[in-house]
């Protein structure tokens, strides 16, 4: 099977470049991995958005495999002088919009007719929280993945400090395949490594990122398809 990922004209709603929209790079994949080995290119094929505390890139700290993965990480609260809400579990997404990072992707999956999201996911947050407020905080490092801005997972929160392993997770795209549209990985973490007194920040490290899916037509229409598609360097590896 093969699927396409489009970096898209973003100022425009439509993925989909048979609707005219400007593609820069698109990575073309046959049951491969994207991963963030390709350090100079994948700029091309992302978009990433922070805010004034936040930062997100691509990192040797957020490799699951290979030498390279990508980190989001938070900022400076302690010196922050807009206002901090605690996250307690309801408030993660509508409270402290200045902490949030995302990294997205435009999806063409206009032929398919199913479709799977994997992807690997490491997550730590401080024990700072603990020292300051004298409660340790896991709220403070947050994931969750929108499809066209809307949540379409659950959040993911780390369980310890730093000693959380790698875990692959897996959603159920169906309900988008058969047309275009973004997905995106938002993170709204605290505190980022560089002025944490005690630890390792608020980090969410993302690699291995996989759509999978699989389309009814008959073999000339599938051979047409497949002959169709062209396939581009890394970050893409298949």
């Known amino acids: 099977t093969a699927y396409e990922i489009y970096q898209c004209d973003w ?3 439509v993925c989909s470049s ?3 929209v400007t593609v820069r790079k ?4 046959s049951d ?3 991963t963030f080995e390709d350090t100079l290119n994948i700029g091309d094929s992302i978009l990433v958005t922070t805010s004034v505390q936040s930062s997100a890139f691509v990192s040797a700290n957020a490799a699951g495999t290979g030498n390279f993965g990508f980190q989001m990480t938070g ?4 010196n922050y002088d807009g206002d901090i809400v605690i996250p307690d579990g309801t408030n ?6 200045d902490f949030s990072a995302k990294i997205c992707f435009c999806i063409d999956a206009t032929t398919w007719d ?3 999201l994997n992807f ?5 947050f401080s024990p700072a929280y603990q020292l300051i407020g004298g409660m340790d905080v896991p709220e403070a490092s947050n994931l969750r993945v929108l499809a066209d801005d809307l949540q379409i997972s659950g959040t993911y929160n780390p369980a310890t400090y730093s000693s959380d392993p790698f875990i692959t997770h897996e959603l159920d795209l169906s309900d988008y395949a058969g047309t275009s549209f973004d997905i995106c990985f938002e993170t709204r973490n605290g505190i980022n490594q560089e002025v944490d007194p005690l630890g390792d920040g608020d980090n969410a490290y993302l690699d291995n990122i996989r759509f999978i899916g699989s389309v009814s037509t008959d073999i000339e229409e599938k051979k047409r398809i497949n002959q169709g598609v062209n396939v581009f360097p890394n970050p893409s590896n298949g």
């Open 11 to 13: 100022s425009s709603d």
């Open 18 to 20: 048979d609707l005219g």
């Open 26 to 29: 698109p990575i073309s994949i």
């Open 32 to 34: 491969g991995i994207i």
């Open 75 to 78: 900022g400076d609260p302690l």
């Open 92 to 97: 993660n997404w509508t409270e402290n919009e």
């Open 114 to 116: 199913s479709l799977i």
């Open 120 to 124: 690997d996911l490491m997550q730590t």
